[in-house]
């Protein structure tokens, strides 16, 4: 009952931005932390980035200073905003949330989208 999509997604150069959305619907009673990983062919899923309900945030050291993560509780929605991209942030990025159910309030449980393509190619 509880679905997170992310959008945002493309081909970009060296140096440009693109700013990802994740969404959440469902019968959705709270969201907890949200995070944001990726996972290139052949490699491990890493976590990029994670925001508190509380607005507390983390970033990996590949891209701290250079990802901002960032939520509108309201719309159940957390975003990256991705600037000085590099060919090395060339992946699959999924959402993730901790999120609980009107069902179970108090129940949290991990859900995944199912992740936009970002390139960033000369």
């Known amino acids: 009952q509880v679905q997170l999509v992310e959008s945002g997604g493309g081909l970009v150069q060296p140096g440009e931005s693109l700013r990802l959305s994740c969404t959440a619907s469902?019968?959705?009673?709270?969201?907890?932390?949200m995070r944001w990983y990726r996972q290139a062919p052949g490699k491990q899923r890493d976590l990029v980035a994670g925001?508190?309900?509380?607005?507390?945030?983390m970033y990996a050291d590949s891209v701290k200073g250079r990802f901002t993560i960032s939520r509108d509780n309201a719309k159940n929605t957390v975003f990256l905003q991705m600037n000085s991209l590099k060919p090395e942030d060339t992946a699959v990025y999924y959402c993730?949330?901790?999120?609980?159910?009107?069902?179970?309030?108090?129940?949290?449980?991990?859900?995944w989208g199912q992740g936009t393509q970002v390139t960033v190619s000369s």
């Open positions: 469902g019968s959705i009673f709270s969201i907890n932390v």
């Open positions: 993730n949330g901790l999120i609980s159910m009107t069902s179970s309030r108090y129940r949290y449980t991990a859900y």
């Open positions: 925001i508190t309900s509380g607005g507390t945030t």
